[in-house]
Nanobody
Framework: QVQLVESGGGLVQPGGSLRLSCAAS????????MSWYRQPPGKERELVAT????????NYPDSTKGRFTISRDNAKNTTYLQMNSLKPEDTAVYYCKARFASYDYWGQGTQVTVSS
């Protein structure tokens, strides 16, 4: 089994920045397609960003493109999400997901709250 642990969440003011980390167990991290999702209170889970196994291809929905950046360090088995120009509507539980061998692995989530 693959274990994913998110960290870096917290309270930030509108316009501020935050960087989330997702540390993965095992030695096959470089083969995983990694994604970040979020679930605002009372709403459905939505995609935040995706990065290819080698890190050369990234994808973002319109809601995060230009403000959020996904990256990975395969030597450290870690994926990052840099969040800039944060808005109150970015408030959500953020989840890390790994896809490999026709299976999705999910982290426990980390809370991000954007408020004055």
């Amino acid at each position: 089994q693959v274990q994913l642990v998110e960290s870096g969440g917290g309270l930030v003011q509108p316009g501020g920045s935050l960087r989330l980390s997702c540390a993965a167990s095992g030695s096959t991290f470089s083969k995983f397609v990694m994604s970040w999702y979020r679930q605002p209170p009372g709403k459905e889970r939505e995609l935040v960003a995706t990065i290819s196994s080698g890190g050369s291809i990234t994808n973002y929905p319109d809601s995060t493109k230009g403000r959020f950046t996904i990256s990975r360090d395969n030597a450290k088995n870690t994926t990052y999400l840099q969040m800039n120009s944060l808005k109150p509507e970015d408030t959500a539980v953020y989840y890390c997901k790994a896809r490999f061998a026709s299976y999705d692995y999910w982290g426990q989530g980390t809370q991000v709250t954007v408020s004055s």
